[in-house]
């Protein structure tokens, strides 16, 4: 497999505040990799060395086998990057303000580019509104277009989906498949684990390193979580208490359902309800199939505790 992305100790701090410590990552040609990790973790820096805008203090960066440092000018126009803060201009139309990021880019002869790149993000009907008057989701999709007008080779995305309403952000996940299937690579920072399970990989990002990669389903096989479903009477007094004990992997509230991991159900359930009757606390119990949102909260708890 061709590596198109190859980073190795990479290291990087804000005065004194370390937003990266030693990460390695490698992506591949034509992959979909997410990076998934809480709020601070370090993906935005990432994104931000990975596109040069940011200097590392330790560690090197090779997009398609060249050296970022070395090759900045012709690598620059072989990548994409989608920021958080991507602005588009609200008093141009969707058409120009395409035009104005291919002359940004020094792109010359994108017109059929641009009818491509309109149709399949289906803003052709409206290219002429002004950006300032699209939906949350429709700038989202023009603002990829816009990152895509250069024909890049690989695409970073930093939370396209955030604040995006759910039927958007599924449009923007076929475009994505479909941008794929073309070959492009994408690397992507998501909060919603249910499109981190979409990718062909994750990297689980945690205090600047990158704890865990691997296809979604290899990661939930191999943590080889037991989950149990409780309802419990008083709920608050049952949280109180499972906190307690050391048998439970990770405990989360949904509503009237309190999720536990285990290791072994049954081994550990027997003393589990002990300590549940033992304060006069009534509940009903299920076996749950674990998803990669429970294996992934598993995992950050655990180096919580490191
Ligand atoms: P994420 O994108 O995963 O939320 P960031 O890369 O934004 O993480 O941040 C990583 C760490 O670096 C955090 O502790 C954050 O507070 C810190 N950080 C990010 N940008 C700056 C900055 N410009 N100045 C100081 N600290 C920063």
């Known amino acids: 497999m061709e590596k198109i992305l190859q980073i190795s100790g990479l290291s990087k701090r804000y005065n004194g505040v370390t937003a990266l410590n030693n990460l390695t990552l490698e992506v591949n040609r034509g992959e979909m990799y997410g990076l998934v990790g809480p709020d601070g973790a370090g993906k935005t820096t990432l994104m931000r060395l990975i596109c040069g805008i940011l200097k590392p203090d330790e560690g090197e960066i090779f997009l398609f086998n060249k050296e970022l440092k070395k090759h900045y000018k012709s690598i620059k126009k072989k990548i994409g990057y ?42 052709s009907p409206f290219r002429k509104r002004f950006a300032g008057r699209l939906s949350g989701g429709m700038k989202q999709k023009l603002a990829l277009a816009c990152t895509l007008i250069h024909v890049p080779e690989i695409i970073f995305l930093d939370e ?9 952000r599924r449009d923007f996940w076929t475009i994505l498949s479909t941008l794929r299937k073309s070959g492009l690579t994408i690397l992507m920072s998501t909060p919603y684990l249910d499109e981190a399970e979409r990718c062909s990989r994750v990297g689980l990002i945690h205090n600047g390193q990158i704890i865990l990669t691997d296809e979604p389903k290899l990661i939930i096989k191999a943590h080889n979580l037991q989950m149990v479903e409780l309802i419990c009477k008083p709920q608050h007094r049952a949280v109180f208490i499972l906190k307690d004990i050391s048998t439970i992997k990770s405990i989360n509230v949904y509503g009237r359902r309190i999720r536990i991991a285990l290791e072994d159900v049954k081994r550990d359930m027997p003393d589990i309800a002990s300590k549940l009757n033992q304060e006069n606390i009534t509940w009903s119990e299920r076996n749950i199939t674990p998803s990669f949102e429970d294996v992934f909260i598993s995992l950050i708890e655990k180096q919580a505790v490191k």
């Not at 002359?103 to 309109?118: A, G, M, T």
């Not at 989906?161 to 958007?168: L, R």
């Open 82 to 123: 989608l920021s958080q803060h991507f602005s588009l201009y609200g008093d141009l139309t969707v058409d120009e303000n395409i035009d104005f990021f291919a002359e940004l880019n020094n792109v010359h002869d994108y017109k059929s580019r641009k009818e491509e790149l309109l149709e399949f993000t289906r803003l």
């Open 160 to 168: 396209p989906t955030t604040g995006v309403d759910p039927v958007s």
